[in-house]
């Protein structure tokens, strides 16, 4: 019995010992959920921390964009995805959502752009080509605005410069856009060194500005004294050292082009500022050409044509330009009837007083010098400066001869004297000739020729009657026989006959005169046509006379 009792109490000190056993493994089923929970609790919270920003981007044109599968990338790395697209309430663009990454959040300013990459052409040359392979995607341009933002406008073309390149951007400001386009190379020394990024219309509508960015180093070159012009196409240039013909690059012919050089290189001019304003000139030597500070007007009146001459063509002192033509208007003058073109001339002072009256730094002073030299004979007078062209320019000269004449300073603005063109002067010589012509008494001349001729003819008859008593009472008296005296008469009769026929009506002589007199007639008649012509045509000169169009 003692047996059966000790393992009766065995067994039951075994059961007591597994009671606890039974109530852990009830502990540990309950602890794989609350680890499971815990680990997705975890996990959720990790990807809300890492989940980036949602922004909407607004473009005109769907093309090119998928919801979950456009992606955005920035220089080829992929920062997120389209995730859905929609058509506005106004249904003239379409809005994509995006999703990016967490570490794009800091540079959504308002100056980041975007913009779909696809395939194009344009004229500075051709992009996006790895999106016919791989399909298109938003790229993303970097601002550096601090303000941060989320609703953006898209780009329909992808910046020229990236915001992050280092450089600097300026502002041109030019009365039209030329050539010129989005992309145009900007050149100095002829080298490439930035790019024109973008043109549009001021808001008065009078002119276009434009946006060019200069790379670094480069554009340390810009100073406040660097001139900008209009580098497109080619620059072609007829002077007294023949043609020159100057072009940048032949991009530039191709899409236009822009180039900058500094006035002054060799002084101290300060450097500029991002977004300095600059003026576009339409050529090199427009641009480069000293701005005068001081200018006066002056009026000529000129009674000839000025046919061929032109507003800003040059006012030439013996070669040197010292102004520019204003204006050009008629005036009648109602005293003498006579209608006069008034010429309007700007001259710069400082160019001729530096070079002629000695740097004369007193405005009285040169206005007293000027009247001196209007005394010794200083006029105004229109002269062809391009005889291809037929182009005309004022030319100050002096003329000794000239009437004596001064400057009106009592006008406003004051009359400077002129004096004809060489053509003119031509023209009066050759009408002075004619009106000589004229006064012949061709007439009384050709009477006189003939009342001559009957003269001599009854001269003759007289001799003959002459002859005839000579034969009959002298001959025999003198011992001359009568052949003799018949051949002394006959001979002196073909010269009487011959006398006659030359001085006779129809006579060639007298015909030949009056060819000559009516030739020299239509000569000065042609000579009167031909200065007529050649005033109203001086290019005719170079290229001939020019045949009427039917």
């Known amino acids: 019995m003692s047996e059966i009792q000790q393992e009766a109490e065995q067994c039951d000190m075994h059961e007591a010992v597994s009671g606890p056993g039974k109530r852990f493994s009830l502990q540990l089923v309950w602890l794989i ?57 106004d249904i003239t663009q379409v809005i994509a959502t995006v999703e990016l990454r967490k570490e794009v ?41 601090k303000q941060p933002q989320w609703t953006f406008i898209g780009l329909e073309t992808a910046p020229v410069v990236a915001m992050d390149t280092p450089g600097s951007r300026f502002q041109l400001h ?57 580098a497109s196409g080619v620059d072609l240039t007829m002077d007294a050292n023949g043609l020159k013909v100057d072009t940048q690059s032949l991009m530039s012919i191709l899409i236009g082009g822009i180039a900058f050089q500094t006035l002054d290189e060799s002084g101290e001019a300060p450097p500029t500022t991002a ?23 002056f009026v000529m009146v000129f009674k000839e044509s000025v046919r061929g001459l032109s ?13 520019e033509v204003s204006g050009i208007h008629v005036a009648h003058d109602a005293s003498s009837k006579e209608v006069n073109m008034l010429v309007e001339m700007r001259i ?5 007083r530096s070079r002629v009256i000695g740097a004369v730094p007193d405005p009285k002073q040169y206005s007293a010098v000027l009247n001196e030299m209007v005394a010794h004979g200083l006029r105004a007078q229109l002269k062809n400066g391009n005889l291809l062209t037929g182009q005309l320019i004022v030319a100050l000269d002096y003329f000794p001869n000239a009437p004596k004449a001064k400057v009106n300073w009592a006008l406003s603005p004051p009359r400077f004297p002129t004096t004809p063109g060489s053509l003119v002067e031509l023209q009066a010589t050759l009408m002075q000739l004619l009106k000589k012509l004229e006064k012949l008494p061709l007439d009384e001349v050709a009477n006189d020729v003939r009342q001559t001729v009957q003269t001599l003819d009854v001269t003759l008859k007289d ?56 030739e020299l007639a239509r000569t000065a008649q042609s000579l009167r046509v031909l200065t007529d012509y050649l005033e109203r045509h001086p290019e005719s000169l170079i290229h001939g006379k020019q045949e009427d169009k039917p």
């Open 348 to 352: 710069y002072p400082e160019r001729l």
């Open 463 to 518: 001799a003959s009657s002459m002859l005839r008593r000579v034969d009959k009472d002298i001959l025999p008296e003198i011992g001359m026989t009568l052949e003799e005296a018949r051949k002394t008469l006959e001979e002196g009769r073909k010269t009487l006959g011959a006398a006659k026929q030359t001085l006779s009506a129809d006579a060639p002589l007298q015909q030949d005169l009056r060819a000559t007199l009516r």
């Open 311 to 323: 507003l800003g063509a040059p006012v030439d002192f013996r070669g040197l330009i010292v102004g």
């Open 174 to 230: 030019s009365p039209d856009i030329g050539s010129l386009d989005i992309g145009s190379p900007v050149y100095f020394r002829r080298i490439q060194v930035g790019q024109l990024v973008s043109c549009e219309l001021d808001k008065d509508g009078k002119g276009v500005t434009f946006k060019v960015f200069v790379a670094a180093p480069y554009d340390k070159y810009v100073r406040a004294n660097t001139r900008f012009w209009n």
């Open 275 to 297: 977004n300095t304003a600059f003026t576009l000139f339409a050529t090199r030597d427009e641009a480069m050409k000293n701005r005068d500070t001081i200018s006066q007007s």
């Open 33 to 89: 959920p609350i680890v499971a929970a815990i680990i997705g609790g975890t996990l959720v919270v990790k990807t809300y921390l890492q989940k980036g920003p949602t922004i909407t981007i607004s473009f005109k044109s769907g093309e090119g964009l998928e919801a979950g599968k456009t992606k955005v990338k920035y220089k080829d790395v992929e920062v997120g995805l389209v995730k859905n697209i929609t058509i506005s309430e």
């Open 105 to 145: 959040t800091p540079y959504l300013v308002e100056d980041t752009k975007f913009w779909v990459v696809r395939p194009r052409i344009s004229g500075g040359g051709i992009s996006g080509l790895g999106t016919l392979m791989g399909g298109s995607y938003i790229g993303v341009d970097v601002g550096i605005s």
